[in-house]
């Protein structure tokens, strides 16, 4: 067994199961097509189940997937079949809600497109090369924000700050709907 | 690309489909890419282009080499800007296009710059990209800052320093990484949850060849202070293979660290409690006490609301109910109303769990349960519930008619070749395994070939009715089904249904005239392979369509097993050339070849087509018998019959390594060693080796067969042989000497010098014991092989084999001891079994074939007793057996 817990992938795709942006961290599919033809079963499987308020899982090929869909986006976090399925859903959480966050609550594909990079550096913050760097989505939506940061400033302290204000902004328009 | 990237602002009424990079196209995004190279960089265009560019990458488009190597460059004039959101885009746009080793010179020193930046943010991505791009020789240059960057007091840079640590030590450069073990250590004890948790994965794998620094690291961790979730789960994995490792020295009292892990069942965080619970089901050797704390966590998961913790404890739970179905029963009650789980892989899970758990009385309620549940699940599942049934019904037989009628309902809906091969697999074994339910059975598979489509089904259960149903008590209703297919099916079937209609006239005489009928029509099948096997038929049946008892002969023809194991034929088949003399299928040898593990892995890789090489190694017996063939003194040996594998006569890595291979022959044994020799400085010549076969009375040598000469590393062999009593199992030891005239080599030109010197090598001794006279051949149903097997001939006894590490180590040694072919899977013993049953087939000197049950059972802690039936064709034999094992 692998002993440190590894993600094979993370995969946020539209309604149509098309990409918007996805990340291998495995061999496991070596050609572009390999991969897309993984998003397609993934997205096939997944499709008619309701996975909106909560994390769902799924297990095919022997991958663990544990999925979560908002409006058109579903978001898919993809594991060995050894893995702790609960690890992985750590993983999905902090990357969906992070997400939400960058997006500052209007979670669809258009912003998400919209805000590409934003989404992109997301993935960079929560998984190196398979191992998960960071799960808490404060943090992770902390350290992508930061371009309204003061270069200067050490990033910590920004990081929390950052932080509190997205969260502040976030809470405020959920309040608002 | 008029289209300005980010507009958050504008009227958001644009229709559904409207997308940011509508219509964006490579070549002209590569072109946008050259506002990289402006004097005046604008921070927001240059990373809107990049963006771009990332996203023709994650849409899988790919970048010739030219086209990569000149973004590459752009990319690497924007570290002029100050811009932190630019930068961190050009962070991991270098990262995306993995850059080669000369061009990472390029942005060698830009990164250096930023690493030793004074912002943090900066610090930790330039390691990242550093180490991710970089290669060994720049790294001794950066491994003073990596070394204060794992101690670092921000975490982020923290983390960053020590994940690469870990993909350099997995990758290019495990020896550097390996001497930052103590600041690794120090980040270990920070305060940073993730710091924690990546210091210990990177110490870990540095010291993982090391059993005592784990074992060390692992009981000074587990007396607390790992904070980080992520950090104790991974603790809870080092600790239970530490528990695996150690578990042979420690056989009495408590398991170590048993009570860290059942502690962890009380951590606040969910992932360390599942851990932890999971960890403990797969202990080795679980007892019920052990098992009763993570059973109660998991327990309380199956209830919970979220759907991944009910998934994880079904899962768990399902695995631990293959050993241990009396621990998971109190969980039925949960387990249930998963079954109308939303989620189909938790609904699946429960109800395989419940049929593996469930008693008898709750069979019934159960099918009616499932039988709602199959219409809406996917095949794949279907399988695995399907396989559970047929577990269910082997072990309660009386509740065989409701899950058969189960299995035959499913048989009739829909479903793919898969899942209706499981169908039938289970329907087939049933019938097998229970006599009572083999007439409902063999309907339930006749009407299901009435409306077929799969060619290969239908010609399975064919042949198995023409084994099966002429022993029924009324095999003419059966006979309908069968001449249906010679009228609708396609050739394949045809020529199927035409052999198990031949079989059913050969077994049932007074069925005989009416099956000539039929087969006499076939006559007139537009397919050649039909018609031929009616013509066959018809003329081997013989008496002219009478009421009249068919040959022995003829039965034998028709429901003869093939003993031959079908792999040696087809090799045998294709090394003959056609000639005077006809094919003797006597001549294909009879031993079972374990596959080469090479080709277990790579299935399918098989060459085909005419000009594809021979498939495989040629086999080792035809080799031998071959190569023995070939040398004149052991020509009249006769038939060989079996050839040991290699047993080392020396040490690893010593001089000359020999190694031997047991030829035994009817009245003689030959020895045949495999000598190599490692030194290059020597020359050996008229190698041979001196037998004493003073401890081998029954054993005269005959001839001996020198090497003449063994240069180095090229292997050759040497023969000894000796004359035993005809056909006798005769055992005994013999010491070895390995002789012979050494001479030195020089190595510059490699030319061996005149004189050589003699002298002497010691091997080790070598024995033919019991287990050398016996082939291993298998038989595909040994409960037909041992009924048909005379039982004066049986010869029971039992033995105490006294403390053993565990049964299957029991078991083992008993068949290597015999030197049988393990039947059906039996060698195989479940994890905890207290008990076990084992079937083994061979032939033994003198073509006798013999078959054993060994019943293994656990008494008292460690001592295993066992019972030893044998049945052969010749009670001696039977008695030699338990000699052996008498003596073993």
Redesign the interface.
Same mark, same amino acid.
């Given at each position: 067994m692998e002993l440190c817990p590894t993600i094979k992938n993370i995969l946020l795709l539209d309604s149509e199961g098309k990409r918007i942006a996805v990340k291998y961290y495995s061999d496991d599919w070596p050609t572009n097509a390999a991969k897309e033809a993984f998003e397609k079963a993934v997205f096939a499987k997944t499709q008619k189940t309701n996975a909106r308020t909560e994390a769902e899982i799924t297990m095919f090929d022997n991958y663990i997937v544990v999925y979560k869909f908002v409006q058109d986006l579903h978001f898919f976090v993809t594991g060995g079949e050894n893995e702790n399925e609960i690890i992985l859903a750590t993983v999905l959480q902090g990357f969906f809600d992070a997400v939400g966050l960058l997006l500052r609550g209007t979670e669809d594909k258009k912003e998400a497109l919209e805000n590409l990079d934003l989404i992109l550096l997301c993935l960079d913050e929560i998984v190196d090369g398979g191992i998960i760097l960071e799960t808490d989505a404060n943090v992770i939506a902390g350290k992508v924000d930061s371009h309204s940061m003061d270069a200067g400033a050490p990033l910590s302290e920004q990081t929390i700050t950052q932080a509190l204000a997205t969260a502040r902004e976030h809470l405020t328009r959920s309040l608002l709907k | 690309m008029a289209q300005p990237?980010?507009?958050?602002d504008d009227d958001?009424d644009?229709e559904?489909d =409207?997308?940011?990079?509508l219509g964006i196209e490579k070549g002209a995004v590569l072109q946008e890419a050259r506002v990289f190279n402006d004097p005046q960089l604008d921070p927001r265009r240059c990373?809107?282009v990049?963006?771009k560019l990332? =996203?023709l990458l994650?849409?899988?488009e790919?970048f010739t080499k030219v086209e990569a190597t000149e973004v590459f460059f752009a990319v690497t004039k924007l570290f002029q800007s100050?811009d932190?959101?630019l930068r *961190?885009?050009v =962070? $991991?746009m270098i990262?995306e296009l993995s850059p080669s080793a000369d061009e990472v010179i390029i942005v060698t020193s830009s990164l250096m710059k930023d690493m030793t930046s004074?912002?943090?943010?900066y610090r930790?991505n330039a390691i990242?990209v550093l180490c991710?791009i970089t290669d060994g020789t720049l790294l001794t240059q950066i491994e003073r800052y990596l070394k204060q960057a794992i101690v670092d007091k921000?975490? $982020?840079v923290a983390?960053?320093a020590l $994940?690469?640590g870990?993909?350099l030590l997995q990758q290019t450069n495990p020896e550097i990484v390996k001497r930052w073990s103590n600041e690794v250590q120090e980040a270990v004890q920070s305060r940073a949850a +993730?710091v924690q948790?990546?210091a210990l994965?990177l110490l870990?794998?540095i010291r993982q060849n090391d059993r005592l620094a784990v074992n060390k690291l692992v009981s000074s961790l587990t007396k607390g202070s790992v904070r980080s979730p992520?950090a104790q789960? +991974?603790l809870i *994995? =080092?600790t239970s /293979?530490v528990i695996r490792e150690s578990a042979n020295n420690n056989q009495a009292g408590d398991r170590p660290f048993y009570d860290f892990l059942e502690g962890c069942l009380r951590h606040k965080a969910?992932?360390v409690i599942?851990?932890a619970a999971?960890a403990i089901t797969e202990l080795n050797g679980v007892t019920s006490r052990e098992l009763t704390p993570a059973i109660t966590v998991l327990q309380l998961f199956l209830s919970s609301?979220?759907?991944?913790?009910r998934?994880?404890a079904v *899962?768990t739970l399902n695995k631990v109910a293959m050993t241990h179905p009396m621990a998971v029963t109190n969980c039925n009650i949960d387990m249930e109303s998963l079954i109308s789980d /939303?989620?189909r892989?938790i609904a699946t899970l429960a109800i395989t769990t419940l049929l593996k758990t469930g008693n008898e009385s709750s069979v019934d309620r159960l099918m009616k349960q499932i039988t709602n549940f199959m219409s809406d699940i996917a095949d794949?599942f279907k399988i695995v519930v399907v396989e559970a049934i047929r577990s269910l019904c082997l072990k309660f037989p009386l509740k065989h008619r409701s899950l058969m009628n189960f299995l035959s309902n499913i048989l009739r809906e829909e479903g793919g070749f898969e899942y209706k091969k499981a169908i039938v697999d289970s329907i087939v074994i049933l019938i097998r395994d229970i006599p009572e339910a083999k007439e409902s059975g063999l309907l339930h598979l006749c009407e299901f070939i009435e409306d077929c489509e799969f060619t290969y089904l239908s010609t399975q259960i064919l042949h198995f009715l023409g084994i099966e149903g002429p022993k029924t008590s009324d095999p003419s209703k059966y006979i309908r089904y069968i001449y249906n297919r010679v009228h609708l099916e396609n050739a394949t079937v045809r020529a199927g249904a035409v052999s198990t209609l031949a079989k059913f006239g050969a077994m049932v005489d007074t069925l005989k005239p009416r099956v000539f009928v039929l087969l006499r029509r076939c006559l007139f099948d537009n397919d050649d392979e039909v018609r031929d096997r009616a013509t066959l038929y018809i003329n081997t049946l013989g008496g002219d369509g009478a009421v009249v008892e068919t040959g022995e002969d003829v039965k034998e023809f028709l429901f003869g097993s093939l003993d031959i194991p079908l792999v040696n034929l087809e090799n045998s088949l294709k090394n003959y050339e056609p000639s005077e003399e006809s094919f003797d299928i006597n001549s294909v040898p009879k031993e079972v070849k374990t596959q080469p593990l090479a080709e277990k892995k790579a299935p399918g890789k098989k060459p085909t087509g005419l000009g594809a090489s021979p498939a495989g190694p040629p086999s080792t017996v035809d080799a031998y018998e071959k190569l023995l063939s070939s040398i004149p003194e052991f020509a009249n040996f006769g038939k060989l019959f079996k050839s040991s594998a290699p047993v080392e006569l020396t040490e690893a890595e010593t001089e000359y390594a020999v190694n031997v291979v047991k030829h035994i022959f009817d009245g003689h044994v030959v020895f045949q060693y495999n000598c190599t020799n490692t030194i290059p400085e020597q020359l050996l010549e008229n190698v041979t080796v001196i037998v004493d076969a003073s401890e081998a009375e029954e054993f005269a040598e005959v001839a001996s067969k020198p090497l003449r000469s063994l240069p180095y590393d090229s292997p050759g062999q040497t023969f000894v042989a000796f004359e035993k009593p005809e056909g006798v199992p005769a055992v005994g030891k013999f010491s070895n000497m390995l002789r012979f005239i050494v001479k030195e080599v020089d190595p510059s030109t490699g030319e061996a010098e005149d004189d050589g010197v003699e002298d002497e090598y010691q091997l080790e001794e070598l024995e033919v014991v019991a287990a050398d006279y016996m082939l291993k051949v298998g038989v595909s149903n040994f409960r037909n092989a041992w009924e048909t097997m005379d039982a004066d001939c049986e010869r029971v006894d039992e033995y105490g084999l006294g403390p053993r590490e565990s049964l299957a180590e029991a078991v083992n040694a008993v068949i290597n001891l015999l030197g049988m072919q393990p039947c059906e899977g039996t060698e195989v013993v479940p994890n905890n079994s207290r008990s076990h049953t084992c079937l083994l087939s061979g032939v033994y000197i003198g073509n006798v074939k013999v078959l054993v049950r060994l019943q293994f059972g656990l008494d008292g802690p460690k001592d295993v007793a066992m019972k030893l039936a044998v049945r052969s064709e010749d009670e001696a034999v039977s008695d030699a057996i338990h000699e052996i094992v008498a003596s073993g």
């Open positions: - | 990237l980010v507009k958050k958001r644009d559904a =409207y997308s940011p990079f990373s809107q990049i963006t990332l =996203y994650n849409q899988g790919t100050k932190i959101g *961190r885009m =962070y $991991v990262k004074k912002t943090d943010m930790a990242r991710r921000n975490p $982020v983390s960053a $994940v690469s870990i993909h +993730l948790f990546h994965a870990h794998q992520l789960c +991974l *994995r =080092y /293979q969910e992932m599942f851990e999971r609301s979220k759907p991944v913790l998934f994880a *899962r /939303q989620n892989s794949e």
